[in-house]
């Protein structure tokens, strides 16, 4: 049977497991008892080794086999979780992630199994978990067991904890474990066992077990009964030091309440994820239905400037409709293209997490807005910036332990990634609480390579962060330390149209906030004209327009500027900018746009009005000029340049 019509299918599924294995591991660190998070975790390694087994990858099947081991055992409580098993368990992650690039890239597994399986043999071999599974008896206690106890001790009946020892070169374990059992359930109720009955049956055991009993009996009858069963060494019984009892009736009670509350909301999401479904669709159709429905739009706008022409009443409400039809397909094109920045933000813990503990740091990530949606364009591109930007944060902005206990800061770091929508932009922050931003100490970088830095704002010193080759590190590093990052954030935030800026307070930490379009594709633009030619610019960055005389332009600085309530703001003649001539005029307009918190105005001749664009790609023959993002066609069909403002600025 051909199964490389599924392997498409198989690889995203995997991808989907891959990432629900690194977030429950994540949360498996902070929470080792959290049983839940230890069937998510079973679950998505037992779906891959069952997907990766049908399509015949026998190394991902035999890797998630041994994980399954491990997961089990730790299930059963035969494991207790460390920090040893959890890293061990994102080394078979890792793993699994190289496979399944390596499967994408050249069809095949090509990868080396054999140590990390080593490991997970160790791991599953290990025999110095006995007394874990003393340790842990209590805490398995769930909610039904302990208000068994409640109501055995209130009716005065003992609990006992029965720990049963068999002789080691006993032939039928299970079967002296078996006697045990019965003879224990004729004197009372067992409650739990550990191992499990289902351990104890198939002889997943040493020597010893444990029974929690409720009886009516006293320790010495309980003790003589097994005792008088063949083959066993020893019998220990004492009472359970358990403390449920103490617990309150209000207590019990909002418990329930919680219980019930929690039992409701799970039942609420079952039944949306029923409701909700979806289906896979291949992106190049989508980009394909993005297209198409931009040539709709050029080709609507053209209709409407024809019906202006010829002035047909029937034609211009027959355009009213298909713009209202043409404008639905296009809102609802842009939802589907939509995708939360969770898809991007998801791979972060992990690698927050691996970069803090080589650099011997307690870093605390808090992701908020992950479900603010993005163009699937910039969702694809945002991620390799982000990345650079936390690893600044956790290299360079957050001490060690030792320092921020000096400083009278707590020992852990905290570095937050924050997205939400402002308008038709997305706003993401990245903030950490560390150390701020040396003025002195990138004035000292910049003397070194050159720059003057005399006369400049704080805000403009701290951009020469961005400066390519720039790096305040006094070391190289597998981090940083090359002066290779920051240059390329803003270039590629800068290509996507979006902005971004950095604040911050030596001692207290750095913030920098990124603003990018939602969408890359149809905008809302501003049409202007400079000289004889049009250009548009992008509504995302106006502030206002206003009317000015060439009188009001004055000089400050040797550089022009013009006051506006109040406010003195920087001009760029775009004629001059643009090496196109300057008609003579006494009445000129200015367009003021902000970028981050940069706010300056573009001066041209006059205003041709707001229109909806279709944003084109520049071919390869202008693809330097930095000045454009793009092109697109009016409904004349003259082809019109996207003005870059953040370019221009």
């Given at each position: 049977m051909?199964?490389?019509?599924?392997?498409?299918?198989?690889?995203?599924?995997?991808?989907?497991?891959?990432?629900?294995?690194?977030?429950?591991?994540?949360?498996?660190?902070?929470?080792?008892?959290n049983?839940?998070?230890?069937n998510?975790?079973?679950?998505?390694?037992?779906?891959?080794?069952?997907?990766?087994?049908?399509?015949g990858?026998?190394?991902?099947?035999?890797?998630?086999?041994?994980?399954?081991?491990?997961?089990?055992?730790?299930?059963?409580?035969?494991?207790?979780?460390?920090?040893?098993?959890?890293?061990?368990?994102?080394?078979?992650?890792?793993k699994?992630?190289?496979?399944?690039?390596n499967?994408?890239?050249?069809?095949?597994e090509?990868?080396?199994?054999d140590d990390?399986?080593?490991?997970?043999?160790?791991?599953?071999?290990?025999?110095?978990?006995?007394?874990?599974?003393k340790?842990?008896?209590?805490?398995?206690?769930?909610?039904?067991?302990?208000?068994?106890?409640?109501?055995?001790?209130e009716?005065?009946?003992?609990?006992?904890?029965?720990?049963?020892?068999?002789?080691?070169?006993?032939?039928?374990?299970?079967?002296?474990?078996?006697l045990?059992?019965?003879?224990?359930?004729?004197?009372?109720?067992?409650?739990?066992?550990?191992?499990?009955?289902?351990?104890?049956?198939?002889?997943?055991?040493?020597?010893?077990?444990?029974?929690?009993?409720?009886?009516?009996?006293?320790?010495?009858?309980i003790?003589?009964?097994?005792?008088g069963?063949?083959?066993?060494?020893?019998?220990?019984?004492?009472?359970?030091?358990?403390?449920?009892?103490?617990?309150?009736?209000?207590?019990?009670?909002?418990?329930?309440e919680?219980?019930?509350?929690?039992?409701?909301?799970?039942?609420?999401?079952?039944?949306?994820?029923?409701?909700h479904?979806?289906?896979?669709?291949?992106?190049e159709?989508?980009?394909?239905?993005m297209?198409?429905?931009?040539?709709?739009?050029?080709?609507?706008?053209?209709?409407?400037?024809?019906?202006?022409?010829?002035?047909?009443q029937?034609?211009?409400?027959?355009?009213e409709?298909?713009?209202?039809?043409?404008?639905?397909?296009?809102?609802?094109?842009?939802?589907?293209?939509?995708?939360?920045?969770?898809?991007?933000?998801?791979?972060?813990p992990?690698?927050?997490?691996d970069?803090?503990?080589?650099l011997?740091?307690?870093?605390?990530?808090?992701?908020?807005?992950?479900?603010?949606?993005?163009?699937?364009?910039?969702?694809?591109?945002?991620?390799?910036?982000?990345?650079?930007?936390?690893?600044?944060?956790?290299?360079?902005?957050?001490?060690?332990?030792?320092?921020?206990?000096?400083?009278?800061?707590?020992?852990?770091?905290t570095?937050?990634?924050?997205?939400?929508?402002?308008?038709?932009?997305?706003?993401?922050?990245?903030?950490?609480d560390?150390?701020?931003i040396?003025?002195?100490?990138?004035?000292?970088?910049?003397?070194q390579?050159?720059?003057?830095?005399?006369?400049?704002t704080?805000?403009?010193?701290?951009?020469?962060?961005?400066?390519?080759?720039?790096?305040?590190?006094?070391?190289?590093?597998d981090?940083?330390?090359?002066?290779?990052?920051?240059?390329?954030?803003?270039?590629?935030i800068?290509?996507?149209?979006?902005?971004?800026?950095?604040?911050?307070?030596?001692?207290?930490g750095?913030?920098?906030?990124?603003?990018?379009?939602?969408?890359?594709?149809?905008?809302?633009?501003?049409?202007?004209?400079?000289?004889?030619?049009?250009?548009?610019?992008?509504?995302?960055?106006?502030?206002?327009?206003?009317?000015?005389?060439?009188?009001?332009?004055?000089?400050?600085?040797?550089?022009?500027?013009i006051?506006?309530?109040?406010?003195?703001?920087?001009?760029?003649r775009?004629?001059?900018?643009?090496?196109?001539?300057?008609?003579?005029?006494?009445?000129?307009?200015?367009?003021?746009?902000?970028?981050?918190?940069?706010?300056?105005g573009?001066?041209?001749?006059?205003?041709?009005?707001?229109?909806?664009?279709?944003?084109?790609?520049?071919?390869?023959?202008?693809?330097?000029?930095?000045?454009?993002?793009?092109?697109?066609?009016?409904?004349?069909?003259?082809?019109t340049?996207?003005?870059?403002?953040?370019a221009?600025?």
């Open positions: 051909d199964m490389s019509q599924y392997l498409d299918i198989f690889l995203e599924e995997s991808e989907e497991n891959i990432q629900r294995l690194n977030e429950d591991l994540l949360e498996l660190e902070k929470d080792p008892e049983h839940d998070i230890v998510s975790i079973f679950r998505a390694a037992h779906t891959l080794k069952g997907m990766a087994g049908s399509m990858f026998e190394r991902i099947a035999d890797l998630t086999h041994k994980m399954e081991n491990i997961l089990d055992k730790i299930r059963n409580g035969e494991l207790r979780v460390n920090s040893n098993i959890v890293t061990t368990l994102f080394k078979c992650v890792d699994l992630e190289e496979m399944i690039d499967i994408r890239n050249e069809g095949i090509d990868a080396d199994v990390i399986i080593e490991e997970l043999k160790k791991i599953e071999n290990s025999d110095s978990y006995e007394d874990n599974k340790s842990q008896l209590v805490f398995e206690l769930n909610e039904y067991d302990k208000d068994l106890i409640i109501k055995a001790k009716k005065n009946y003992n609990v006992y904890k029965v720990k049963v020892t068999i002789y080691k070169d006993s032939v039928l374990k299970s079967a002296r474990a078996f045990v059992y019965k003879t224990l359930e004729e004197m009372g109720e067992i409650i739990k066992t550990v191992p499990s009955t289902e351990d104890l049956e198939q002889e997943n055991f040493d020597n010893q077990f444990y029974v929690i009993v409720i009886t009516q009996k006293n320790k010495e009858e003790k003589g009964k097994v005792e069963i063949s083959e066993i060494e020893g019998v220990e019984v004492e009472a359970l030091q358990e403390n449920v009892h103490e617990e309150s009736n209000q207590i019990k009670e909002e418990k329930e919680i219980k019930l509350e929690k039992q409701i909301e799970k039942e609420e999401d079952k039944s949306t994820k029923k409701v479904q979806s289906v896979r669709v291949d992106l159709r989508l980009d394909k239905f297209n198409l429905v931009g040539e709709l739009v050029i080709h609507r706008t053209r209709l409407e400037q024809i019906s202006k022409d010829f002035k047909s029937e034609l211009h409400e027959t355009l409709q298909v713009g209202r039809i043409t404008t639905d397909l296009q809102d609802l094109v842009m939802k589907v293209r939509m995708l939360p920045i969770e898809k991007v933000f998801n791979r972060f992990r690698m927050v997490r970069l803090a503990k080589e011997g740091k307690e870093v605390e990530l808090i992701i908020k807005g992950e479900d603010t949606e993005l163009d699937r364009t910039v969702i694809d591109e945002i991620g390799e910036p982000l990345v650079h930007l936390l690893r600044n944060a956790i290299d360079h902005g957050i001490e060690t332990p030792e320092e921020r206990i000096k400083q009278g800061k707590s020992a852990k770091g570095v937050k990634l924050i997205a939400y929508q402002e308008g038709n932009k997305a706003v993401i922050k990245v903030e950490d560390g150390k701020g040396d003025i002195n100490k990138i004035k000292k970088k910049a003397e390579l050159g720059i003057n830095t005399e006369g400049m704080e805000h403009d010193i701290k951009n020469l962060i961005f400066l390519q080759g720039f790096s305040t590190s006094e070391k190289v590093t981090i940083s330390g090359r002066g290779v990052g920051m240059d390329v954030v803003k270039t590629k800068t290509s996507l149209g979006g902005s971004i800026e950095v604040i911050s307070e030596l001692g207290k750095t913030a920098f906030i990124i603003r990018l379009p939602l969408t890359l594709s149809i905008i809302q633009a501003l049409l202007v004209k400079v000289a004889e030619e049009t250009f548009a610019i992008s509504l995302g960055f106006i502030d206002r327009v206003i009317k000015i005389k060439l009188n009001e332009v004055k000089v400050s600085n040797n550089k022009e500027v006051i506006y309530r109040d406010s003195v703001i920087p001009i760029v775009l004629a001059q900018r643009l090496n196109l001539p300057e008609i003579d005029s006494d009445e000129k307009f200015v367009v003021i746009v902000k970028v981050g918190e940069k706010t300056v573009l001066l041209v001749d006059s205003l041709l009005g707001q229109q909806e664009i279709v944003i084109k790609p520049i071919g390869k023959l202008l693809q330097n000029q930095k000045e454009y993002v793009g092109a697109t066609i009016l409904g004349d069909g003259l082809v340049l996207i003005l870059d403002v953040a221009l600025i």
